[in-house]
């Protein structure tokens, strides 16, 4: 998902991260803000 996204939408996203790891994957976290 990331490399497809540094080509196209951000080539300004690194190809490696914290501790040389590659940048290859993307997590999206969500939370529900309504009251259960």
Same mark, same amino acid.
């Not at 996203?13 to 529900?32: N, S």
């Given at each position: $998902?990331?490399? #497809? $996204? !540094? !080509?196209? @939408?951000? %080539?300004?996203? %690194?190809?490696?991260?914290?501790?040389?790891?590659?940048?290859?994957d #993307?997590?999206?976290? #969500? !939370?529900? @803000?309504? %009251? $259960?």
């Amino acid at each position: $998902a990331v490399d #497809e $996204a !540094r !080509r196209t @939408l951000k %080539p300004d996203i %690194p190809d490696l991260g914290y501790y040389k790891i590659p940048l290859r994957d #993307e997590i999206e976290f #969500e !939370r529900d @803000l309504e %009251p $259960a």
